[in-house]
């Protein structure tokens, strides 16, 4: 997961689930778009963590895009959000710090892998059993939610590419079936913004676009080309 190029995640602005591809999907529910257009073109950028930020800057390349990983799981204490204080600071120094320097902000959100309790014997297995564990995705939920309001705080171009490998992860669990027909907790997270969402891996991705639509209407949302 040490990509340098924003070229590698799939840019939606629409339907996340519809990026999915392999199978019949039922009706998407109806999402906003992102209200700050993408630059035109192919543009390159890099991953760059706060203490790099000066060999980017007089590198001399017209990088577009500055992105980094906000990981280390949604109830581990140990954070992103923790990494700054207040809570979620972090990420508001990088979209600001970017910003002012002429690039467009791109988080790699890789948190679910990281979370606890991560039960399983390999990757696949410990991202679906933290999707479907209520207490984990309550704790998912309300973090990606901090980061949509310190996104619309910032109130420019951010991107938030979400959870690299785990969309590949599930096609090949669903093995050719619909994403609906995996479990994931929702609604059953007791979220109040995505009560009537399905428990489903679907409503997973549904979920993740209500709360953009929400609270932070500026973000484009994007997946990892494993798919």
Same mark, same amino acid.
């Given at each position: 997961?040490?990509?340098?190029?924003?070229?590698?995640?799939?840019?939606?602005?629409?339907?996340?689930?519809?990026?999915?591809?392999?199978?019949?999907?039922?009706?998407?529910?109806?999402?906003?778009?992102?209200?700050?257009?993408?630059?035109?073109?192919?543009?390159?950028?890099?991953?760059?963590?706060?203490?790099?930020?000066?060999?980017?800057?007089?590198?001399?390349?017209?990088?577009?895009?500055?992105?980094?990983?906000?990981?280390?799981?949604?109830?581990?204490?140990?954070?992103?959000?923790?990494?700054?204080? *207040? &809570?979620?600071?972090? +990420? #508001?120094?990088?979209?600001?710090?970017? @910003?002012?320097?002429?690039? %467009? $902000?791109?988080?790699?959100?890789?948190?679910?892998?990281?979370?606890?309790?991560?039960?399983?014997s390999n990757e696949s297995d410990r991202d679906f059993s933290n999707?479907?564990?209520?207490?984990?995705?309550?704790?998912?939920?309300?973090?990606?939610?901090?980061?949509?309001?310190?996104?619309?705080?910032?109130?420019?171009?951010?991107?938030?590419?979400?959870?690299?490998?785990?969309?590949?992860?599930?096609?090949?669990?669903?093995?050719?079936?619909? *994403? &609906?027909?995996?479990? +994931? #907790?929702?609604?059953?997270?007791?979220? @109040?913004?995505?009560?009537? %969402? $399905?428990?489903?891996?679907?409503?997973?991705?549904?979920?993740?676009?209500?709360?953009?639509?929400?609270?932070?209407?500026?973000?484009?949302?994007?997946?990892?080309?494993?798919?």
């Amino acid at each position: 997961m040490n990509s340098t190029r924003v070229a590698r995640a799939i840019v939606i602005s629409s339907a996340l689930m519809a990026a999915f591809g392999w199978a019949t999907i039922t009706t998407p529910m109806p999402v906003a778009a992102s209200n700050n257009p993408l630059p035109a073109g192919l543009n390159f950028g890099l991953g760059n963590d706060p203490g790099d930020l000066l060999w980017m800057t007089s590198s001399g390349v017209p990088w577009k895009f500055r992105y980094t990983y906000l990981s280390a799981g949604v109830n581990t204490g140990n954070g992103w959000e923790t990494w700054n204080t *207040p &809570a979620g600071q972090y +990420a #508001s120094y990088y979209m600001t710090d970017s @910003a002012v320097n002429g690039y %467009l $902000p791109v988080f790699s959100y890789y948190e679910l892998l990281q979370s606890n309790p991560s039960s399983g014997s390999n990757e696949s297995d410990r991202d679906f059993s933290n999707l479907n564990n209520t207490a984990t995705m309550s704790a998912y939920y309300a973090n990606f939610t901090l980061l949509m309001q310190e996104a619309h705080s910032f109130g420019g171009n951010v991107i938030v590419h979400v959870e690299p490998d785990l969309w590949g992860y599930l096609e090949q669990r669903a093995a050719g079936a619909s *994403p &609906a027909t995996l479990s +994931a #907790s929702v609604a059953s997270s007791g979220n @109040a913004d995505l009560q009537g %969402l $399905p428990n489903t891996a679907q409503g997973f991705a549904y979920a993740l676009l209500r709360l953009r639509d929400r609270y932070a209407s500026n973000v484009t949302m994007a997946i990892h080309d494993s798919l």
